[in-house]
Each structure stands twice: as C-alpha cells, then as structure tokens.
C-alpha cells in the first residue's frame, strides 16, 4: 500500500507543470494569435475549440456581467445551455464566412505567415476583462486582420463570444 501511495504522490507532483501550462496555455495571447491563425490557415476549426466558452464560462460571465435589469440576468443564466450552443454555431459560422472571404480576397493561406495579436476595446463588464482581439497575417506585401469579437478573461483563460470578422 505504501509503495503504490508513493507512486501517485510521485505522479501527482510530476504532473504539476503539465496542470499549469494547461490553465495558463490560453492566457497568453500570443498562443491564443498563433492558434486562430493556424485554425484559419488549415481550415481546422477544432484546433481554435479552446476559445469556445463551456458553461461554466458563460455562468462566470453572467454571473458577473451588468445586465440592465434581474430578469435578464435570471434569464441569461437560465438559458446557458441554448446560448452555448447559439455561440458555437455562430463562431463556426463566421469561421467559415472569413475563409471565404480571404479566398475571395486571392488570398492563399500557404503563402501567409502570422504577425501579431493585439487588443482593441480594451473594457471591463463586470469585474472580467472584454477585448476584441485582432489578429493580423500578412500575405506577400500585403498585411490583413481578422477580428476575434467579444473577448472574456474567465478562469480558464481567453473566451470568444462574438465570432470572427474579416478579412480588412
């Protein structure tokens, strides 16, 4: 019994790193740039899933969010699961629109490269942080940005509830 409760002692402590960087893997946001830029550029919406929100996000968002009236907060908070699934299909949705619209833009993602990740509309509603974020990939000469909308800082890390806009 000792031997096997050293054993999970040992693994318990040599999984701490791996717990960390998961926790933080989507607070820094130049992986949070890097990923939705490799996303887009091998039209693999799975590998930007980290972004979309559980609901336990979205009770922490609600949760803490100025809702103009208790009933819309009761009813926000209520309809979770729904509005889970309507954020989803909305980011898919816009995934595939921004696709379409850097292809017809000529633009082909083999011959783009990732530049940077910055923050606009920096603000905070209720005690999280909201960001847009806007990745920015050039192509040849040429530099395009694509909106990553509604931005929330959760427990988790970085949370999209906009969806994507773009190519400018």
């Not at 054993?7 to 790193?17: A, E, H, Y």
């Not at 979309?52 to 009761?74: A, C, G, R, W």
């Amino acid at each position: 019994m000792k031997n096997y409760l050293k054993k999970l002692i040992i693994m318990g402590v040599l999984m701490i790193p791996f717990i960390t960087f998961a926790q933080n893997f989507n607070a820094d946001l130049t992986v949070i740039g890097k990923k939705a830029f490799e996303a887009l550029s091998q039209n693999k919406f799975e590998t930007f899933k980290f972004m979309m929100p559980s609901q336990e996000d979205l009770l922490e968002i609600y949760k803490t969010y100025p809702f103009k009236s208790d009933s819309n907060k009761k009813y926000a908070i209520k309809n979770v699961v729904k509005r889970k699934s309507e954020i989803e299909k909305k980011t898919i949705e816009t995934f595939k629109m921004v696709l379409e619209n850097v292809k017809y833009a000529g633009v082909t993602w083999d011959k783009c490269t990732f530049v940077s990740l910055t923050t606009m509309n920096d603000t905070k509603k209720g005690t999280l942080e909201n960001k847009d974020l806007l990745l920015k990939f050039k192509f040849y000469e040429g530099e395009y940005e694509v909106l990553l909308n509604e931005c929330y800082k959760v427990k988790k890390g970085w949370v999209m509830l906009g969806g994507f806009k773009g190519p400018r």
